[in-house]
T-cell receptor, first 110, second 114 residues
């Protein structure tokens, strides 16, 4: 099967700092990518998405960067807040299939 | 505040029993997804529907799992017979499909098969 892997399983940042969560994907045919946030006991929550014809997309306090050359996706969170503490998943879509990474646990230190 | 609802939220059953999980997608959404999440495997797509028709169910064990959409407001995932390895959190998600591929997840059904 395809692999969507995260470089770091855990990440701790100080409140107010910027966070960067990375994701590697392996399928060159993937044309759509999504970042989700999952808090304990809840379902994943959409954060931001990007299509393969773009290399950057910005939302509110979040930015997704896509590097198709090295098949790398990153999520940047500006001014990280305690409410950002959660597990973050990247997902890729290739054809009709969605593949999810195992997640990175982000902890924000007050 | 539209959201995906799932029932039951928790289910404990014995091996061999039938389990039915239900999902009500957001009104107007035409795609429905079923996922399974475990610590070992992470989030796995089991099946999904577009306009109530199954689009892909290649991730679903066919011998014991079945997914249906009796109508646009109800999706079901059934396991018969259930096994301990089916213990997981099962998420339903809905979306607008071709209009926008964002998926909105429900709270999940936490299943424990003893």
């Amino acid at each position: 099967g395809e692999s969507v892997g995260l470089h770091l399983p855990t990440l701790s940042v100080q409140e107010g700092d910027n966070s960067i969560i990375n994701c590697a994907y392996s399928n060159s045919a993937s044309d759509y990518f999504i970042w989700y946030k999952q808090e304990s006991g809840k379902g994943p929550q959409f954060i931001i998405d990007i299509r393969s014809n773009m290399d950057k997309r910005q939302g509110q306090r979040v930015t997704v960067l896509l590097n198709k050359t090295v098949k790398h996706l990153s999520l940047q969170i500006a001014a990280t807040q305690p409410g950002d503490s959660a597990v973050y998943f990247c997902a890729e879509k290739a054809g009709n299939q969605f593949y999810f990474g195992t997640g990175t646990s982000l902890t924000v230190i007050p | 505040d539209a959201r995906v609802t799932q029932t039951p939220r928790h289910k404990v059953t014995e091996m061999g029993q039938e389990v039915t999980m239900r999902c009500q997608p957001i009104l107007g959404h035409n795609t429905v997804f079923w996922y399974r999440q475990t610590m070992m495997q992470g989030l796995e797509l089991l099946a999904y529907f577009r306009n109530r028709a199954p689009l892909d169910d290649s991730g679903m064990p066919k011998d014991r799992f079945s997914a249906e959409m009796p109508d646009a407001t109800l999706a079901t995932l059934k396991i018969q017979p259930s096994e301990p390895r089916d213990s997981a959190v099962y998420f339903c998600a809905s979306g607008l499909g071709l209009v926008r591929e964002t998926q909105y997840f429900g709270p999940g059904t936490r299943l424990l098969v003893l």
